[in-house]
């Protein structure tokens, strides 16, 4: 190991930075004993690295021999064990991460902060403060997908909530449909339409547009689709809840709803498909 009494010009207030801070006020503090103020780099749980202008390793601490496995690395160039870009190391002020490599050539991910020692012109030093942060790496990876896997799981349910496809008898359906319908949702109607119906062997959908503030262009080319799959199913899709404004809507568009079977309310919808008998 070797001499840390010199201080660190580090500018950062990330944790690695507060170390270096910590470890100036310290070595100031004990400018008299090279004795403690060696022993408090040495039960540094941070590995701590100084290297000169060409790179090479001057010393490091015990943290250091066990984050890079080996104590053998004075003389060796610190670029063997933190990135490959001298420049680069010697021009860290903040924390950076990078990969990092062990004596034995094995990969892992350090957090690195590195500032340049006080010293002579002819003979500057840099410390390198540096944590295997592999472990907090993949564990924030894991709650990532787990989150993203619960957003999924509870956009599936609100697609669900929000889309219903409800038997009203075993060859009748209903979906009522609420809210603003853009591309997203006009899919997920066809997909749910066709999947109920080839599941449930309905011979009748319901689509109710009555919760639609605006039927547009869009919205009605997806429902006419939707009552193509349905009929190459074998079954009929009924449109009902067609307002008088969407109606005009609809015919200034230039929209043909022709093929669909229409009702105006529900209630007549389901009664139309249960043939009258309501």
């Known amino acids: ?55 090479v390793i001057d010393s490091l601490n015990p943290a250091a021999e066990r984050v890079f496995g080996s104590p053998d690395l004075v003389g060796q160039p610190i670029t063997t064990l933190l990135g490959n870009n001298l420049g680069a190391l010697q021009t860290v002020a903040s924390i950076r991460e990078m990969p990092g490599h062990r004596h034995d050539g094995t990969a892992f991910i350090a957090e690195v902060a590195i500032g340049q020692a006080q010293s002579q012109a002819d003979h500057p030093v840099w410390i390198a403060f540096v944590r295997d942060i592999t472990v907090r790496k ?18 599936m349910v ?28 006009v899919s997920q109607l066809q997909a749910t339409l066709f999947h109920g119906i080839e599941t449930q062997r309905a011979r009748i959908a319901i689509v109710d547009v009555t919760g639609v503030p605006v039927v547009d262009t869009h919205v009605a080319h997806g429902i006419i689709k939707a009552a193509q799959g349905v009929q190459l199913l ?45």
């Open 1 to 55: 190991s070797g001499d840390f009494s010199q201080q660190v010009k580090l500018a950062t207030r990330d944790e690695l930075g507060s170390v270096a801070s910590s470890f100036n006020a310290i070595a100031a503090a004990l400018v008299e004993s090279s004795a403690q103020r060696q022993a408090i780099v040495e039960h540094a749980t941070h590995a701590i690295l100084t290297f000169d202008r060409r790179g």
């Open 138 to 155: 993949q564990a924030e990876a894991e709650r990532n997908r787990l989150q993203d896997e619960m957003i999924r799981a509870q956009a």
């Open 158 to 185: 609100l697609a669900e909530l929000s889309m219903p496809l409800i038997p009203i008898t075993s060859a009748v359906m209903v979906m009522p449909l609420i809210g603003a319908m853009d591309s997203e949702r």
């Open 234 to 278: 074998g079954a009929e899709l009924v449109l009902t809840g067609i307002r008088p404004d969407v109606a005009q809507t609809l015919v200034g568009l230039g929209v043909d709803l022709n093929a669909i079977t229409t009702r105006s309310t529900l209630q007549s919808g389901i009664a139309y498909a249960l043939g009258g008998r309501l």
